[in-house]
């Protein structure tokens, strides 16, 4: 297994099976990257947002893990670069799917957390919004979407569901809501077989 920086772990068929079962896995990280047709990435999730990558032109797939510290840290901006400099691949060919997640009026953060936000550059009603006495509303959607598109992500090639796991009770767990005592749903992407020289 190759280890890339803090947060990005690129997994090969050697990998496959690896973390399905509580302490299989070998390293923590915040997003998988590969190449390997057929071979599935997956993270849990119950609130967070999961961003799903293809390119037009490439097989290869990612799956980020966001939660406010991944999207702090630019997690999906990350992968995006990742993919261009280690692949080769054209930002202007990569998809990007941000997964259901806590919606901004089901996320309230503490102000420690918003200042972090805010020396990152997010000191805007867009994205993050004073709510109740010292509590910020965050919306992790918007920030992840503003941090594809500076990747070089074009905005028609970004799909956001805009389902909240919070809200929509009937469809999603949600940490938050739930209390802690909830479910997690889990998110897959994998490359299909190559079809005429194209992947999908
Ligand atoms: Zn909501």
Redesign the pocket.
């Known amino acids: 297994m190759q280890v890339h920086g803090t947060d990005l772990i690129v997994v090969g068929e050697e990998n496959r099976g690896e973390g399905a079962l509580p302490g299989t896995a070998r390293v923590e990280g915040d997003a998988l990257i590969t190449t390997e047709i057929r071979l599935p990435l997956a993270a849990y999730s119950a609130d967070c947002m999961l961003i799903y990558f293809a390119s037009k032109e490439k097989p290869l797939a990612a799956l980020a893990h966001a939660g406010w510290r991944g999207t702090l840290g630019g997690i999906g901006a990350k992968v995006a670069r990742y993919l261009q400099v280690h692949y080769g691949a054209d930002p202007g060919q990569l998809v990007a799917a941000l997964s259901p997640a806590?919606?901004r009026?089901?996320y309230e953060i503490d102000g420690k957390t918003a200042e972090l936000f805010r020396a990152g550059g997010w000191d805007n009603p867009a994205y993050l919004e004073p709510s109740a006495a010292g509590s910020f509303k965050l919306d992790l959607g918007a920030v992840n979407r503003e941090q594809l598109t500076g990747a070089g992500i074009r905005k028609e090639n970004i799909r956001w569901s805009g389902l909240?796991t919070?809200?929509r009770e009937d469809l999603f767990y949600s940490y938050r809501r739930d209390r802690g005592v909830t479910g997690r749903m889990i998110g897959f992407i994998a490359i299909r077989e190559q079809q005429g020289g194209r992947t999908s």
């Open positions: 806590v919606c009026e089901c909240c919070s809200c």
